[in-house]
């Protein structure tokens, strides 16, 4: 069975920084594409990141500057370093993949659990 599994949130000071990281496992065959989103209380889930097999990235402008995606494709993993994280940055962060299981050549997307990150004084 595919699973996502995030880590890296916590509670940090306005100004800090944090490291996600989301390890994908199981009978993988590709990932063509991984990303990061967040859903803030009492909003909808939005896209933060996105990074292609071959590395293309997209942000949302709210992180634009401040967050950066990126992946190890040898070990399955996608990455979001975050900088200059503001109150309004926190959220539930779910990384998201659309990939191939060995088992069948149609593409699927995955979610993670999700990791909090809180940024607050």
């Known amino acids: 069975q595919v699973q996502l599994v995030e880590s890296g949130g916590g509670l940090v000071q306005p100004g800090g920084s944090l490291r996600l990281s989301c390890a994908a496992s199981g009978s993988i065959a590709s990932i063509s594409y991984m990303a990061w989103y967040r859903q803030a209380p009492g909003k909808q889930r939005e896209l933060v990141a996105e990074?292609?097999?071959?590395?293309?990235?997209n942000s949302a402008d709210s992180v634009k500057g401040r967050f950066t995606i990126s992946r190890d494709n040898a070990k399955n993993r996608v990455y979001l370093q975050m900088n200059s994280l503001k109150p309004e940055d926190t959220a539930v962060y779910y990384c998201?993949?659309?990939?191939?299981?060995?088992?069948?050549?149609?593409?699927?997307?995955?979610w993670g659990q999700g990791t909090q990150v809180t940024v607050s004084s």
């Open positions: 998201n993949a659309v990939l191939q299981e060995v088992s069948g050549g149609a593409n699927f997307r995955y």
């Open positions: 990074i292609t097999d071959i590395g293309t990235t």
